[in-house]
């Protein structure tokens, strides 16, 4: 099967309905979690026989945050957790190295993100319908097709329904259409409707982690778009930023963390509740910074929920400190890198697009938790980048003469 069709096929699969998965024994088997399995070997040894020394960096602090979260699990649990642990690290390298080994240039960036666009925009008219009249249409055909019984219950905002898609909660149906809204740019021209299709596809959701993403991608969209004349403008952004955090923290008796919490989520339980999730995180990363709890429970007071909606805080609190700081290096060292090359128009519109998106994804992070597809869709979107690494790199070093 061509690079192409994989791409297509594996981001189909991140969007069918996990009733739809098949159940190996004790394993639950969805469609995208096969694509990795099957093809795990193949994607390491294409990306390892061509890539550059650019990458290898990169490729090795993914590598070492699956290991270190694969040994945390072994160390709190033993063999016992092995088959977690396996899916874990699946869920991990597969995806990352799916991405790695088919996306390989702009022609394949672009044909992937125009793939997940039209996925975004098929699942629209039914989350639409969904939000309209609280009847969780794809969810209830799956469920139907399994033998599994129609979802009960209409969570509502606003007065409206919250919107399922084809996933396991409203905010993994909004992540996954958010991340869409700063890649949207690599697509050229009608980059406006594309974002107000992500936006409307977000709104559905009535999820306060996602519409913070988007809020910030859209941000920064407005910022490039009016400061293009504007020298070091990405420094400047980042100062104001800091400027304005500064300013929170001085006019208020709370901290910034706090004031953004409050007043980005739809109801003051919520907000309260991250709080907690905050405090509580982080003091059990303080009593086990190396290798976490594991899948244990951590400590809380009684009235709070076991959800743990930080995908950064609840990487540190399960696996332990070294494996965010192995995550957080992989992602700082494709920034760093990215920052410097010398891009065409269209390689640095693709440059720009990602950054925006994972931008976003970075505050979203900090609200929700990611896991099964939604997980497997952050790897791909972390590995879909490093092609434009190793491509400057083998253009500079032949115009240098470097074999």
């Known amino acids: 099967m061509g690079s192409n069709r994989l791409i297509l096929l594996f981001v189909i699969c991140l969007a069918l309905p996990s009733e739809l998965a098949p159940d190996i024994g004790s394993i639950k088997?969805?469609?995208?979690?096969l694509i990795c399995l099957l093809m795990f070997i193949s994607c390491i040894m294409r990306v390892f026989s061509t890539r550059t020394k650019e990458t290898r960096g990169i490729d090795t602090f993914v590598i070492l945050y699956t290991?270190?979260?694969?040994?945390?699990?072994?160390v709190n649990h033993g063999l016992a957790v092995w088959q977690f642990a396996g899916m874990t690290a699946l869920e991990t390298l597969g995806p990352y190295f799916l991405a790695r080994a088919l996306i390989t240039d702009s022609d394949r960036f672009i044909f992937w993100v125009r793939c997940y666009y039209k996925v975004i925009l098929i699942v629209l008219p039914f989350a639409l319908y969904e939000t309209v009249t609280g009847h969780h249409l794809l969810k209830d055909i799956a469920?139907?097709?399994?033998?599994?019984p129609p979802l009960v219950g209409r969570p509502e905002r606003l007065g409206l329904a919250r919107a399922f898609g084809p996933f396991e909660h409203p905010i993994h149906y909004g992540v996954f259409c958010v991340l869409m809204i700063g890649m949207s740019s690599a697509l050229g021209r009608g980059g406006f409707m594309r974002v107000l299709t992500v936006l409307g596809a977000v709104f559905c959701?009535?999820?306060?982690?996602?519409?913070?993403?988007?809020s910030v991608q859209v941000a920064l969209k407005i910022w490039d778009y009016f400061t293009t004349s504007i020298r070091n403008r990405w420094r400047l952004f980042a100062s104001l930023v800091a400027v304005a955090y500064v300013a929170v923290d001085f006019m208020s008796n709370r901290t910034p963390f706090h004031v953004l919490v409050t007043y980005m989520t739809f109801r003051l339980t919520s907000s309260y509740n991250r709080i907690l999730i905050w405090e509580w995180g982080t003091r059990s990363v303080e009593n086990y910074p190396v290798f976490g709890i594991g899948q244990g429970e951590w400590e809380r007071p009684h009235f709070m929920s076991s959800s743990m909606d930080n995908f950064w805080l609840l990487t540190a609190v399960r696996y332990g400190l070294p494996a965010l700081i192995f995550l957080l290096a992989a992602l700082f060292l494709i920034g760093r890198k990215l920052e410097r090359l010398e891009l065409t128009q269209d390689s640095a519109a693709i440059r720009k697009g990602w950054a925006i998106s994972f931008a976003g994804l970075a505050m979203l992070g900090a609200t929700v938790h990611f896991w099964g597809g939604l997980y497997c869709l952050v790897m791909f979107v972390l590995g879909s980048v490093v092609w434009l690494i190793d491509q400057e790199h083998r253009r500079s070093t032949s115009h240098k003469g470097i074999p």
Do not use: M, N, Q
């Open 29 to 33: 088997l969805p469609p995208y979690r």
């Open 205 to 214: 959701s009535l999820s306060s982690g996602p519409l913070l993403g988007a």
């Open 143 to 148: 469920r139907a097709l399994t033998g599994y």
């Open 67 to 74: 290991a270190w979260s694969v040994l945390a699990l072994l």
